[in-house]
């Protein structure tokens, strides 16, 4: 029998194999880590999509984001061995959920990252605080409150975060237009996502774009 436990994963390969080898030391040994979303700091092609975490670690993608929750292992743990598992995680920077607050934190955050990391903002004929609610069965207001107790910002801050870092990887790597972009982060106007970006960034999309897209030789077509 598999038991669920919750464990705040979100690095790269290499730190994923760091997770499971401390799991190891604490006795789990068939531990699965269920991981629905990877960001790569690079453009790949379709094959390249199909790869395993061991596969992306061969293949040099070792600093491809791991964003994950679930963490599958092989025992019942005590309180006692949970916290001495928490303990020495969090000695590598990850953490262990046992709270249910902190899990619905952790799952607001999945959903969020999963869904401007892969352009679904346009998509969604809704408010995105309608879209949580919905997709989490809670009432909004009750899920930001619980937000902001754990980490200390609410989930509207941690929205425009995530957008900002979208925003950067696509002027890097991509020539998608500032209005495409724009688009792609729930944004009706461009004027509005210069604005958002010049506020957290400093410096104008179109600017950030010329700077370090050809400072990285990394530009290229969408």
């Known amino acids: ?25 604490h006795g789990i040994i068939d531990a699965l880590i269920v991981s629905d979303l990877v960001l790569f700091d690079k453009e790949i092609n379709e094959s390249e999509h199909k790869l395993s975490g061991v596969d992306l670690k061969k293949q040099e993608y070792e600093d491809a984001l791991i964003v994950s929750n679930s963490v599958w292992i092989d025992k019942k743990m005590t309180i006692k061995e949970h916290e001495l598992l928490g303990a020495d995680l969090k000695k590598h920077g990850f953490v262990l959920h046992s709270h249910r607050k902190t899990f619905l934190v952790n799952e607001t955050k999945r959903i969020i990252i999963r869904t401007v990391h892969s352009d679904k903002l346009q998509k969604i004929n809704m408010n995105f605080s309608d879209f949580l609610s919905a997709i989490l069965e809670l009432d909004y207001t009750y899920l930001n409150n619980i937000f902001y107790e754990v980490t200390g910002t609410n989930i509207s801050s941690f929205i425009f975060l995530q957008k900002v870092e979208r925003a950067k990887v696509l002027l890097i790597y991509t020539k998608i237009s500032l209005d495409k972009i724009a688009k792609r982060l729930g944004y009706s106007r461009s004027d509005k996502f210069s604005k958002m970006f010049k506020s957290v960034m400093k410096i104008i999309p179109k600017t950030y774009r010329r700077r370090y897209g050809k400072a990285l030789g990394c530009v290229s077509k969408a």
Not at 1 to 25: N, P
């Open 1 to 25: 029998m598999k038991y669920e436990i919750f464990i705040d994963v979100m690095c790269s390969v290499r730190c994923k194999a760091t997770v499971k080898r401390v799991l190891k030391q």
